[in-house]
């Protein structure tokens, strides 16, 4: 019997581990990786508070569906062991991040004004903020989420369409319509405006530069 549980603790530290190791990531982990990377909003350790820098970027892994970063192994199987709070603190930093910039006053399940029904309901699905009106629209989203946050992100992409601060493409120079219509696309929550799928490639490659270079110029657009 004793052998029995020890086998079975074994068993159980190893899934632990194997669980937030990042070069152990399955497809479906990486793919949602892949998709909130760009709007994770904790730019440190959720354990042990270090900063990410670009030398010493953590590691990123997935538990029931949300992407979650911390600095090291250790620190991973620490947040392996209470889930629910790590994903729960996550989720109320991308809510208080989003929340200016989201794209609507309206629910996209009812199209009655968020307001109109006392406070929004508001949840996270895949990185992302969703404003609801009441929990009848929560229920209505859940059926088909990728239906409804399409519309959000249409939403989004008008809205800061209307604001871009380049005419050019960010990756070749040219203008945006030199290759005919601009490609439009969101990464996390930031709208990056292409001229043609080759910039894409390129843009991939090194996102974080070509985003940072689109942020600064909307702060000193704003600004002035």
């Not at 070069?23 to 892949?34: H, Y």
């Not at 730019?43 to 892994?61: A, D, Y």
């Not at 930093?93 to 508001?122: F, N, V």
């Not at 292409?194 to 996102?207: D, L, R, V, W, Y």
């Amino acid at each position: 019997m004793i052998h029995k549980k020890l086998i079975l603790s074994l068993f159980s530290l190893a899934l632990l581990f194997g669980s937030a190791n990042a070069s152990t990531l399955g497809e479906n982990d990486e793919a949602v990786i892949a998709k909130q990377r760009f709007s994770y909003p904790i730019h440190k350790c959720l354990v042990s508070g270090e900063k990410f820098t670009k030398e010493e970027p953590g590691i990123s892994f997935v538990i029931d569906g949300t992407m979650l970063k911390t600095c090291c192994e250790d620190c991973a199987v620490k947040v392996k062991a209470e889930p629910r709070k790590h994903i729960e603190r996550v989720h109320a930093a991308i809510k208080e991040t989003q929340r200016a910039s989201y794209p609507t006053d309206k629910c996209i399940i009812s199209d009655e004004g968020l307001g109109s029904m006392g406070d929004p309901l508001e949840l996270v699905y895949e990185g992302r903020l969703v404003r609801l009106c009441c929990k009848g629209c929560v229920k209505s989203f859940k059926k088909n989420p990728a239906e409804h946050l399409a519309k959000i992100n249409e939403a989004m992409i008008a809205k800061q369409r209307e604001s871009y601060p380049f005419k050019k493409c960010i990756v070749s120079d040219e203008p945006l319509d030199a290759m005919g219509r601009p490609i439009d696309r969101l990464y996390g929550t930031t709208l990056v405006r292409m001229c043609c799928k080759g910039c894409i490639k390129t843009f991939e490659k090194n996102p974080h530069e070509f985003l940072m270079k689109i942020r600064k110029a909307r702060g000193a657009k704003r600004e002035g």
